[in-house]
Each structure stands twice: as C-alpha cells, then as structure tokens.
C-alpha cells in the first residue's frame, strides 16, 4: 500500500482509508483488474458496463460495486454521457484488527463481488456516510461510520432483487488471455479460435459485456501499463515496446489523440496532483 498506486488508477498515497470523488464524459482508463483493498465503489450517474468474475450489469446510475482483496472488477462508461462516482478504500487491516465484528459485514463483498441498484434517495445517503468517512480525521470514529455504512448496506443487500446476468466462461478467459499478451499482437480471429466460438459470437459478447470494443480494450490496457511504466522511470521506447506500441513515435501519437498531452507530459501531470 503507501505507494503511488498509477496502475490501480488512483495516482496518490494511501495506507489506511481513502474516499475520492471524480466526475467527466469520457470513459476512463481500465481494465480487468483486481486490488488488495476492500472498494466501495458508488456510481451516481452514468450508463455503466459492471464486470465481476461470474455476473454483469449495465444501465443507468446509480449502483453501488462492492469488491473485495482479489476480487476481479470492470467498471467502464459510456463516452459523452456524465458520469460520476464516488469510492471508499480502505485496506484489510484498518477494521479488521480493531472491530471483532468485521468478518460480518467483510461478507458483503463475497468472493465474487457485490452489486447493488439503487434509488435516488438511497444514493444520497450513502453519498452522504461516504463523505463523513472522507472528512473524519480521528481514525476510530472513521472506522465506526465504515462499519455503520457497511450495517445499512447489508440491509440494502437483503431486500435487493436485482436479477444479475451470468457471464460466458469464454469472456473471463478472453479477458485473462488479454491481460497476459496485451505487449503481443492480439488478431481477433485467431483469439476466437483459442475460445472455440466464432468471431461474430467473440466480438459481438465482449462489446455485450464490457462495453467496450476489442480494439478499443487493449488499447486502453496498453494505455494504462504504459503510465505505470513510465511512472517507474522506464524510457518512452522500453515502455512502448514493453506494452505492445511497437515504438515510442505510435505510442505519442495514441496518447496526444487521448490525452491531447505526451506520455510524459501526462505523468507529469499525474504527479503533480498526487502530490
């Protein structure tokens, strides 16, 4: 933990419990992934693609995405739609060794993860426990207003009839495959035979379930390893090499058509706001 943490996304120092609030129109920068935290991830508006081991949702905000230490997520927007989210962080030893009582709210977050559907009013609320999370400096009332969020969650959880759908098996290996030879050249064709369907059935389920395109998802996977690269001192052509850009003039060009910025000059500016 306490480690800049670019390629978790969040680009700052951490060890104990973190709440951020981030707003836009444009789809961020992620990919299937998994954190050593417990994430309280609540999205107020948007419409959302949410990706857990074994069920998806998408639709209109606001959800409310519980993961936990392992748990495998994918939380994509729609571009040109607002969308914004608030998340909690805290890490597995800030309740854990305090609150005897942790192990039955931790169970919110199954294995697999927890999604949740919420009315307007029951976001509000939970916008508002999350903020007094946030603004709590005395680190044991910080922790008795988690545990109170988490013993209102549980509630919500009970009464929750949302009817999730099951994954394809053949899109959490997809996913895998992708995250271990994104620095390689990914044809679809030749993927779709590693997961015996057709291309048509390949392509037309991966943009169903992550809202994303193929192309469109490595590139961002490819965007995402390379700021991590960079942040740890690699040169723009190690980096680019090592993420799958070929050369450091493709992957300038990529980043200035995302970012309007170069490579460095965007991790720059990251640094800078971590700071």
């Known amino acids: 933990m306490g480690k800049k943490a670019y390629d978790r996304g969040f680009g700052e120092e951490w060890k104990n419990c973190l709440v951020r609030y981030r707003e836009g129109d444009f789809a961020s920068v992620s990919d299937f992934h998994e954190h050593e935290f417990y994430e309280v991830y609540l999205i107020l508006s948007g419409h959302v693609h949410i990706l857990l081991k074994d069920k998806m949702e998408q639709g209109d905000g606001p959800y409310l995405v519980l993961t936990g230490p392992g748990v495998s997520h994918y939380i994509s927007c729609q571009p040109g739609v607002l969308y914004k989210r608030l998340y909690l962080l805290v890490s597995r030893q800030f309740l854990a060794n305090y609150l005897p009582e942790w192990e039955q709210p931790a169970a919110l977050f199954e294995k697999s993860g927890t999604i949740i559907k919420m009315g307007r009013k029951e976001a509000e609320r939970c916008e508002a426990m999350i903020g007094k999370i946030g603004a709590e400096a005395n680190q044991f009332r910080q922790r ?105 003039s493709a992957m300038i060009r990529v980043f200035k058509r995302v970012y309007h910025m170069t490579p460095r000059q965007y991790v720059k500016t990251k640094e800078s706001d971590a700071e």
Do not use: W
């Open 144 to 248: 008795l207003l988690i545990f109170y969020l988490l013993s209102y969650l549980s509630e919500m959880v009970e009464e929750s009839d949302l009817d999730l759908q099951k994954n394809p098996r053949f899109i959490m290996e997809a996913l895998s495959y992708i995250n271990e030879h994104y620095s390689q050249k990914i044809v679809a064709e030749r993927l779709a035979e590693k997961l015996y369907v057709s291309r048509t059935t390949f392509m037309t389920a991966f943009k169903k379930y992550t809202g994303s395109t193929l192309n469109h998802y490595i590139l961002n996977l490819r965007i995402k390893k390379a700021i991590a690269k960079l942040s740890e001192g690699k040169t723009e052509q190690e980096t680019a090499e090592l993420c799958g850009f070929g050369d450091s």
